[in-house]
């Protein structure tokens, strides 16, 4: 795990306040020239292929020795220009945006995994105290659904946990010995 990321919360809330503030500005700015699809058209949208813009400024310059096969093609110069022209204008508020986007992605994993690995230790430590100290078992019932290991969740109380379901029987030998049973986490889509 990186190195701490212990912060001043309070200058937290308020850079974040006064960054809300601004991009609320530059919504209120860029709304009404930007596009919005619903998820089927998204979904329906044909996606461009890398380096199309060039090729598409030139298809452009060769249309205009060629308007019968522009008129063809129902292919319009300027308003292709014009999409081209408004994907350089945003390119570098989208280029800017994509890194605030992986800042705050970052620092989201890293505060989570910091408040989540000490927690989990604390809990591991007052669940096995709480066999010699009843009392303790109050703290951690509630908070098993969260922090016991999958096996422990899905036991009763008084019940051996459950067997993962495809594991080998306790005392059989595991299928592909040697390979590693346990699957990382799945990977979290970027929105």
């Not at 605030?100 to 910091?114: G, K, P, T």
């Not at 019940?159 to 993962?164: E, G």
Request: with cysteine.
């Amino acid at each position: 795990m990186p190195t701490s990321t212990r912060i001043d919360t309070t200058e937290l809330e308020l850079a974040t306040a006064k960054a809300r503030k601004k991009i609320d500005e530059a919504f209120a700015l860029l709304a009404p020239y930007l596009v919005v699809l619903n998820e089927a058209e998204r979904a329906a949208m044909p996606r461009a292929r890398d380096g199309f813009e060039q090729a598409t400024r030139s298809l452009c310059r060769a249309m205009a020795d060629h308007p019968a096969v522009a008129a063809a093609a129902g292919f319009e110069s300027e308003a292709v220009l014009e999409d081209l022209n408004n994907l350089d204008v945003i390119r570098p508020f989208f280029e800017r945006v994509e890194e605030l986007w992986q800042r705050l992605a970052d620092s989201r994993l890293a505060w989570a995994a910091e408040a989540w690995s000490p927690a989990l230790v604390a809990y591991g430590v007052a669940k096995a105290a709480s066999d010699v100290n009843p009392a303790l078992r109050t703290v951690t019932a509630p908070l098993a659904k969260i922090f016991a290991t999958r096996r422990a969740r899905g036991a009763e109380p008084g019940q051996a946990p459950q067997p993962v379901p495809g594991a080998a029987a306790p005392g059989a030998a595991a299928p592909g010995a040697g390979a590693s049973p346990v699957a990382g986490p799945p990977a979290t889509p970027r929105p």
